[in-house]
């Protein structure tokens, strides 16, 4: 007997088992399927919770302030200086004109804030360099480099005024923190919410093998061989993750049109992750979630496949 025979064979056994188990078989797959769309809750949580946190790092910032009477070339050799460093995603500067421009847009409700600036008569503000890091983890580094040079009181660093890094850092530790446990709760979710996965899929695939016990039985006696006794089984578990994987994409599409609020973000969260949009991640990555899901689920059904049958094999 050929390979592709055996495979033909294999193959149409399981499809059979599939369609005559019709219990079973949608029992199996409203297990896979609450699986999927648990999984698919963690993926856009965890996409929701990056967005979020994106949108944090990026209004994070170590702001230089120069003193009114700085140079120009003295802000510049402190850029340049700040641009050799590793740790340096992006610079930007502010000029003493700007800051002024900004200052009276910010009060221009404020009358008295902008008598009192035009009876100075002079521009009060400095010039300033916003620089963001690469990491969160990095600004400490990047401040403590600029407040040694404004310590130094040499060269450019005597035109420093100040460094606002200290004024945040309880924020932007706090928001590293949040990063990093973000990070570790995914990989512990995605871990747990596999293991559950297994055993629960495992005991369900369990019925339809125990109802064909003895039709194991008389094959072990015949002396089929092992993955021929098991593959049609495995089949059935493939064909479950792929009928299980393609429900929830198809359910997919008008729950997260129309109630994003249902997958992904609940009614708390929704106020944290409120410009995340869910259907837009999902119809974006429509491929990435097709690949996730089958992987997953035909992974899923044919292990708790081969792991259900093999107490039954030669016994």
């Known amino acids: 007997m050929s390979l592709w025979t055996t495979f033909k064979r294999i193959a149409r056994y399981g499809f059979v088992g599939f369609v005559r188990n019709g219990f079973v078989s949608l029992s199996a797959i409203l297990m896979m399927t609450i699986m999927s769309f648990m999984l698919v809750n963690i993926m856009i949580s965890n996409a929701a919770m990056t967005a979020t946190l994106q949108d944090l790092t990026n209004k994070v910032d170590v702001t230089v302030y120069f003193r009114t009477d700085a140079t120009q070339d003295q802000v510049e050799q402190i850029q340049k200086s700040l641009q050799a460093l590793p740790e340096v995603a992006s610079i930007a500067y502010m000029s003493r004109e700007q800051a002024l421009a900004d200052f009276r847009e910010r009060h221009k409700n404020d009358q008295l804030t902008i008598q009192a600036l035009d009876e100075l008569g002079t521009n009060p503000l400095g010039a300033s360099i916003e620089v963001r890091a690469k990491q969160t983890s990095q600004y400490e580094g990047i401040a403590k480099y600029l407040q040694a040079q404004q310590d130094s009181q040499a060269g450019a660093g005597a035109a420093i005024d100040k460094v606002n890094f200290y004024q945040n850092k309880t924020a932007i530790d706090r928001l590293t923190k949040i990063i990093d446990t973000s990070e570790k709760n995914g990989i512990a979710k995605t871990v747990f919410l596999a293991i559950c996965a297994l055993l629960i899929v495992l005991n369900t695939i369990r019925l339809a093998i125990y109802t064909a016990r003895d039709e194991i039985g008389v094959m072990n006696l015949v002396g089929a061989g092992r993955w021929y006794v098991r593959g049609p089984f495995m089949v059935a578990g493939v064909l479950y993750g792929?009928?299980?994987s393609v429900v929830v994409l198809i359910l997919l599409y008008p729950i997260l049109l129309?109630?994003?609020?249902?997958?992904?973000?609940?009614?708390?969260?929704?106020?944290?992750?409120g410009s995340f949009n869910s259907f837009a991640y999902f119809t974006g990555n429509f491929l990435l979630f097709f690949g996730v899901l089958m992987s997953t689920s035909i992974a899923l059904g044919a292990l708790s496949s081969y792991l259900a049958v093999r107490r039954y094999l030669n016994s």
């Open 258 to 273: 129309y109630h994003p609020v249902l997958i992904g973000l609940d009614p708390t969260t929704e106020l944290l992750f």
């Open 242 to 244: 792929i009928v299980s």
